[in-house]
Each structure stands twice: as structure tokens, then as C-alpha cells.
């Protein structure tokens, strides 16, 4: 009786482990080890902008700031460029803007296309 039980059990284990539960089981790793790359990616994008931030800085060594100090550079004169294009802008559509800013606005209307017209008795020369 205890061999037929064995015989039973042995039978259900082979029948209930089909490849079905395998690519399920595969799936279900693949899915675990998807979300682990995405906390680990998330966790480095928090910690990068924490360091962007001056947060949490104080474990970095020389290389790291330094490296950090560039992208800070780098996001200010970014920062710097585009508050000056949209202040170039405002002042062209205002029709405002002062000797000394002839060259800029030159440039801004030669990078949108536009061409350069007379203003305060001025041609604008591109």
C-alpha cells in the first residue's frame, strides 16, 4: 500500500511540472530580476540628484566632486544660455532692447530663421 501511494505521488509530481510551470517560473525570474535593475537604477537616480542638490555629498571622495562640480557647471551655464535666449526673445517681441544688445539679437534671429529688420534708425546686419 505504501509502495502504490510512493507510485501516486511520484505520478502527480511528473504530471503537475509541466513546461507550462517552467516558462512560468522563467517569466516570473526574468519579472524579479527586471524590478531589481529598475530599484537599484532608481535608488542611483535619488542619490545622484541628492548630490546635484548639495545633499549628502560628504562621503564622496575628490574624483566624485569634482566630477559633480562639472555637471553643476555645466546645468548653470545651460540654465544661464536659455534664461538669456528667452530674455533675448521677450525683448525683440517688446520691440525693447538696448545698443549693446544688437549682437544677441542678431544671433537670435539668425538661429530662428528670421531675417533682421531696421529698428530704433538701425539696420541690424547679420
Known amino acids: 500500500m505504501v509502495e502504490l501511494t510512493t507510485k501516486t505521488i511520484e505520478q502527480y509530481h511528473r504530471s503537475s511540472f509541466t513546461p507550462q510551470d517552467e516558462h512560468v517560473e522563467c517569466e516570473t525570474q526574468s519579472w524579479y530580476q527586471e524590478v531589481s535593475k529598475l530599484k537599484a537604477k532608481y535608488d542611483s537616480l535619488q542619490r545622484t540628484q541628492r548630490h546635484l542638490l548639495g545633499e549628502d555629498v560628504g562621503p564622496l571622495n575628490i574624483k566624485e566632486l569634482q566630477n559633480l562640480e562639472k555637471q553643476l557647471e555645466g546645468a548653470l551655464a545651460q540654465a544661464r544660455q536659455r534664461k538669456a535666449e528667452v530674455r533675448g526673445k521677450k525683448d525683440i517681441e517688446e520691440g525693447v532692447y538696448l545698443p549693446?544688445?544688437?549682437?544677441?539679437v542678431v544671433l537670435v534671429l539668425?538661429?530662428?530663421?528670421?531675417?533682421?529688420?531696421r529698428e530704433f534708425g538701425r539696420e541690424l546686419i547679420v
Do not use: F, N, S, Y
Not at 110 to 117: C, D, H, S
Open 110 to 117: 539668425v538661429l530662428e530663421g528670421l531675417q533682421p529688420r
Open 100 to 104: 549693446k544688445d544688437i549682437v544677441w
